[in-house]
């Protein structure tokens, strides 16, 4: 009888210590970033320095010279929705692996397609969709946990970027959507009949991308003659104007949004369209 206590004590014991939470020595993390017309995810793990020494040659973590899986636990994944440009090269949309190659003054990237991989178990130089290599840099400050992120994110261009320690590493990545905004543009205006929010889009990217005040006045125009309470439609009108060099029709085109804003109690359109008259 004591011995079936005894086993039904030490069951009950493993079991309540089973069901104990503990925090992740190396914690999962999803990044999500918008980027160009579509998005770029990555899902990495973050281990900590914890006094380890690091990028160095046989260093307790990622030794110079020795293929990394960019982070703990498995290897770390990177998804696109849309087609972007890594190290000069085109990659599909979907799913892959990033490997990296810590060195002294440069890393080297590897794009792979070994998304069953555990870790750098089963990664088969076949595989690799993309090597290129980035500078390595010195950050000002020390990083304890391992952090990928995303700087720099511009229209067409955006940086991910690795930090550990003093490391730094930018990889560049750059997507084209110019042109097929433009072919959008260009095919809403198109229509029969365009629907007057073509007009502020095609004004918007004549003016922002394509650097053709010219035809982002024609269209500047006829957005506002279609939607003439727009106080944002005239603001954007004058600086159109403005970088024409029409400093007249600039100045009235802001006094209107001025108008127009104050009806519509929008005191930061009043407040942009003040100071481009001052800077007239």
Do not use: H
């Not at 636990?73 to 085109?90: C, E, H, P, W, Y």
């Not at 130089?125 to 995303?150: M, P, W, Y």
């Not at 590493?169 to 110019?178: D, E, Q, T």
């Amino acid at each position: 009888m004591k011995k079936i206590i005894l086993i039904a004590a030490l069951a009950c014991s493993v079991s309540s210590f089973a069901q104990v939470r503990m925090p992740a020595p190396s914690p999962a993390q999803k990044l999500t970033q918008e980027f160009g017309l579509g998005t770029i995810e990555v899902n990495y793990s973050r281990p900590a320095l914890k006094g380890r020494s690091l990028f160095k040659d046989n260093s307790d973590l990622a030794p110079l010279g020795k293929m990394w899986r960019t982070g703990a636990n498995a290897a770390t994944r990177i998804s696109f929705t849309d087609r972007v440009m890594m190290g000069g090269k085109l990659l599909d949309t979907g799913a892959y692996v990033l490997y990296t190659i810590p060195g002294k003054d440069y890393w080297e990237i590897i794009i792979n397609k070994g998304l069953k991989n555990s870790g750098l178990d089963g990664y088969k130089e076949s595989e690799d969709v993309n090597r290129f290599k980035v500078k390595a840099e010195k950050n000002g400050i020390s990083v304890e946990t391992f952090t990928i992120q995303f700087d720099n994110v511009l229209a067409e261009s955006c940086n991910l970027q690795i930090l550990w320690g003093t490391t730094l590493v930018n990889i560049p990545i750059s997507v084209n959507v110019k042109d097929r905004i433009r072919a959008q543009v260009e095919k809403a205006l198109a229509a029969e009949t365009p629907n007057p929010g073509a007009y502020q889009a095609a004004a918007n990217f004549y003016y922002e991308w394509d650097k053709d005040l010219n035809k982002a006045l024609v269209n500047a125009t006829k957005a506002t003659q279609a939607n003439p309470k727009a106080f944002w439609l005239f603001l954007l009108q004058a600086r159109i104007q403005q970088g024409l060099g029409d400093k007249t029709a600039a100045k009235a085109s802001a006094e209107k949004c001025i108008e127009l804003a104050q009806e519509a109690k929008n005191d930061d359109y009043v407040r942009m369209a003040t100071d481009l008259i001052k800077k007239l």
